[in-house]
């Protein structure tokens, strides 16, 4: 098992930043890819970011590509994402994941979550 715990979240003006924690315990942290998605009242939950279990490899989503930025430090077994330019659609519930395959952008992919972590941008 591996417990996931969001933090980081929010209110900000659109053109602000924030930066998201998740960090992690239970089995081995740098065994596992890690990813970030998000689910906005009303909608499915889409992929943002994920990142293989080195941090050498990363993939975004279309839609924060440029903007959003996803780090991991396995010594303290925690993910990182890094948001910029926010703008009112980014409002959502994002949650982190942990997972086999850091190319993987379904949520079927991915084994373990955390209980999310909500972000509200103000126009």
């Known amino acids: 098992q591996v417990q996931l715990v969001e933090s980081g979240g929010g209110l900000v003006q659109a053109g602000g930043s924030l930066r998201l924690s998740c960090a992690a315990s239970?089995?081995?942290?740098?065994?596992?890819?890690m990813a970030w998605f998000r689910q906005a009242p009303g909608k499915e939950r889409e992929f943002v970011a994920s990142?293989?279990?080195?941090?050498?490899?990363?993939n975004y989503a279309d839609s924060v590509k440029g903007r959003f930025t996803i780090s991991r430090d396995n010594a303290k077994n925690t993910v990182f994402l890094q948001m910029n330019s926010l703008n009112p659609e980014d409002t959502a519930v994002y949650y982190c994941?942990?997972?086999?395959?850091?190319?993987?952008?379904?949520?079927?992919?991915?084994?373990?979550w955390g209980q999310g972590t909500q972000v509200t941008v103000s126009s």
């Open positions: 990142i293989d279990w080195s941090g050498v490899s990363t």
């Open positions: 994941a942990a997972g086999r395959s850091w190319v993987l952008t379904t949520g079927r992919g991915y084994d373990y």
């Open positions: 239970g089995r081995t942290f740098s065994n596992y890819a």
